[in-house]
């Protein structure tokens, strides 16, 4: 019956039988013919085929030839994928024996079944698969659609006295479609793409932009945060005489923390009054023009103010008040 024969599913093959005077074929119905030597085979899958060898005496003998039939492969690729420009994309296939990725340029090795890729622009990739026999071919394609990164810019740095704000102004690609700043507690709006900030403290402000495609940048800009004798206002005069207008000397202003001390002097540099740790625009922390429980008499006296601003820098500030009666 000859040598066991190998054939793609699909096409026919030749068998051939030697040796014998006529031959007869078991039935099939994947022979061209059953008492001919060479019949022609066309099995889906894999069969056994039997013939009998007969001589010119009648004397007979059997023997088998098994067709191996190589069936199509499934070709599984991955499905396609978005990614930012300058990051990596993983191609995947499945099923063949061997793959051939098109196009080649920035696929880490084009003959894997699984490798990775970085294009810079979108790319429809298409992969190749054959089996090791020369069977068969099939072809998958994975879309991958690159995004290119967005630019941003948090603006210049700033300087503002403790208490007041300011604007930060970001400018971004036309492509950005959210904003993120960090940290939040001392802006307006943490997405918006020009908030206003009220730090306290020297902070650096980071914005982080994204686009359509998920891809992101970001950066930086700092708000410096000062405290001078601008943030406190103290009165050069009052008049403690009871009729509820301007009857007590106390120290007023913005982004102060707190009063750390407040001491007033008379002439002789005697203490009359003093106070600690109190918020500042308090007026009942202030002095009323008395000491002892005395009220005293009008003159020029002097006091020292030592004020932590809301940024914690210590401030001291020293003047003279007057009282009047």
């Given at each position: 019956?000859?040598?066991?024969l190998f054939v793609c599913?699909?096409?026919?093959?030749?068998?051939?039988?030697?040796?014998?005077?006529?031959?007869?074929?078991?039935?099939?119905?994947?022979?061209?013919?059953?008492?001919?030597?060479?019949?022609?085979?066309?099995?889906?899958?894999?069969a056994l085929f039997i013939?009998?060898?007969?001589?010119?005496?009648?004397?007979?003998?059997?023997?088998?030839?098994?067709?191996?039939?190589?069936?199509?492969?499934?070709?599984?690729?991955?499905?396609?994928?978005?990614?930012?420009?300058?990051?990596?994309?993983?191609?995947?296939?499945?099923?063949?024996?061997?793959?051939?990725?098109?196009?080649?340029?920035?696929?880490?090795?084009?003959?894997?079944?699984?490798?990775?890729?970085?294009?810079?622009?979108?790319?429809?990739?298409?992969?190749?698969?054959?089996?090791?026999?020369?069977?068969?071919?099939?072809?998958?394609?994975?879309?991958?659609?690159?995004?290119?990164?967005?630019?941003?810019?948090?603006?210049?740095?700033?300087?503002?006295?403790?208490?007041?704000?300011?604007?930060?102004?970001?400018?971004?690609?036309?492509?950005?479609?959210?904003?993120?700043?960090?940290?939040?507690?001392?802006?307006?709006?943490?997405?918006?793409?020009?908030?206003?900030?009220?730090?306290?403290?020297?902070?650096?402000?980071?914005?982080?932009?994204?686009?359509?495609?998920?891809?992101?940048?970001?950066?930086?800009?700092?708000?410096?945060?000062?405290?001078?004798?601008?943030?406190?206002?103290?009165?050069?005069?009052?008049?403690?005489?009871?009729?509820?207008?301007?009857?007590?000397?106390?120290?007023?202003?913005?982004?102060?923390?707190?009063?750390?001390?407040?001491?007033?002097?008379?002439?002789?540099?005697?203490?009359?009054?003093?106070?600690?740790?109190?918020?500042?625009?308090d007026i009942a922390a202030?002095?009323?023009?008395?000491?002892?429980?005395?009220?005293?008499?009008?003159?020029?006296?002097?006091?020292?103010?030592?004020?932590?601003?809301?940024?914690?820098?210590?401030?001291?500030?020293?003047?003279?008040?007057?009282?009047?009666?």
């Amino acid at each position: 019956a000859g040598a066991d024969l190998f054939v793609c599913q699909g096409s026919p093959i030749t068998l051939n039988a030697t040796g014998a005077f006529r031959y007869v074929w078991n039935a099939s119905p994947f022979l061209s013919c059953l008492n001919c030597a060479n019949p022609v085979a066309t099995p889906p899958d894999t069969a056994l085929f039997i013939v009998t060898g007969i001589n010119a005496y009648g004397c007979s003998v059997k023997d088998t030839v098994q067709v191996n039939v190589k069936h199509p492969f499934t070709l599984l690729v991955n499905d396609g994928d978005t990614i930012c420009v300058g990051r990596a994309i993983h191609l995947r296939a499945s099923g063949a024996d061997t793959y051939t990725w098109i196009p080649s340029i920035n696929v880490d090795d084009p003959n894997a079944a699984n490798t990775n890729a970085r294009p810079t622009v979108t790319t429809l990739y298409k992969v190749v698969a054959k089996d090791n026999d020369h069977c068969f071919t099939d072809t998958g394609y994975v879309p991958i659609q690159v995004w290119q990164l967005p630019t941003v810019i948090a603006g210049v740095d700033q300087t503002i006295t403790v208490g007041s704000s300011v604007q930060l102004t970001a400018t971004a690609s036309a492509d950005v479609v959210r904003y993120q700043w960090t940290p939040t507690n001392s802006l307006s709006c943490a997405t918006c793409q020009n908030p206003t900030a009220h730090p306290r403290q020297d902070t650096k402000y980071t914005v982080v932009v994204t686009n359509g495609g998920g891809c992101t940048a970001q950066s930086d800009v700092t708000v410096f945060v000062t405290c001078g004798k601008g943030n406190l206002f103290v009165p050069n005069t009052f008049s403690p005489n009871g009729d509820g207008n301007n009857d007590v000397f106390f120290p007023r202003g913005s982004g102060i923390g707190k009063v750390k001390s407040l001491r007033i002097f008379n002439r002789w540099g005697e203490v009359v009054f003093e106070r600690f740790d109190f918020a500042a625009n308090d007026i009942a922390a202030g002095w009323d023009g008395r000491y002892k429980g005395q009220p005293l008499s009008s003159d020029v006296y002097i006091y020292t103010c030592d004020v932590i601003c809301e940024n914690n820098e210590l401030l001291t500030f020293k003047g003279d008040v007057t009282l009047l009666k």
